[in-house]
């Protein structure tokens, strides 16, 4: 399941540049995560996974509800690049039954590189990716994703409250 440390670090680089992250705000994040990681406890492949146990991504793939916006139903669809599973790949945000959004994604587990797992959304019609932390999920034993919480992300940090993407497929 897990990563090489080169792919990995490729995969972290990747993530940090497309989703324009700036430096000092990594590292308020990577403050925040030490913070948190200090309460936490790390847990088996089942189950909750709180901010600092989240070792990879790879069942992150499939079709959640994705209550990004409050006022607009829609569900997204994510599936990774054969050749970069856990890790990159592509999705569409759809609502009723139209997509209204679509383009690639980069996701990094939990490492000490950054500090935190995170997802970025880069749109093909938007110039600025959209960056979201994994603030925790649950998974089957597997390391399926059932569930993420994820928090915005913006100049200031993570925007609260956070919201759940559940799992429908």
């Known amino acids: 399941m897990s990563q090489s440390s080169t792919a990995q670090a490729s ?3 990747h993530f940090l540049r497309d989703s324009q992250i700036s430096t ?3 590292n308020v994040l990577q403050g925040a995560h030490a913070e948190a990681a200090a309460v936490e406890r790390v847990a088996s492949a089942a189950g909750w996974h709180g901010l600092s146990d989240i070792q990879t991504l790879e069942g992150l793939g499939g079709n ?4 990004e916006n409050l006022f607009q139903l829609a569900r997204i669809d994510l599936r990774f690049d054969p050749d970069r599973v856990g890790s990159k790949g592509t999705y569409e ?3 009723w039954f139209s997509t209204f959004e679509r383009g690639i994604f980069y996701c990094v587990p939990n490492n000490p590189a950054i500090g935190w797992a995170a ?3 880069v749109p093909d019609s938007q ?5 979201f932390i994994v ?3 649950f998974t089957d034993s597997n390391w399926k994703v ?5 928090n915005k992300l913006n100049d200031q940090g993570p925007v609260q409250p956070p919201f759940s993407a559940v799992r429908i497929s």
């Open 127 to 131: 110039p600025s990716p959209r960056s």
């Open 11 to 13: 995969n972290i680089g």
């Open 135 to 137: 603030a925790g999920m």
């Open 146 to 150: 059932e569930m993420l919480l994820l």
């Open 119 to 121: 997802i970025a959304l």
């Open 64 to 67: 959640y509800l994705w209550p």
């Open 93 to 95: 945000i759809i609502s």
């Open 24 to 26: 000092p705000l990594a």
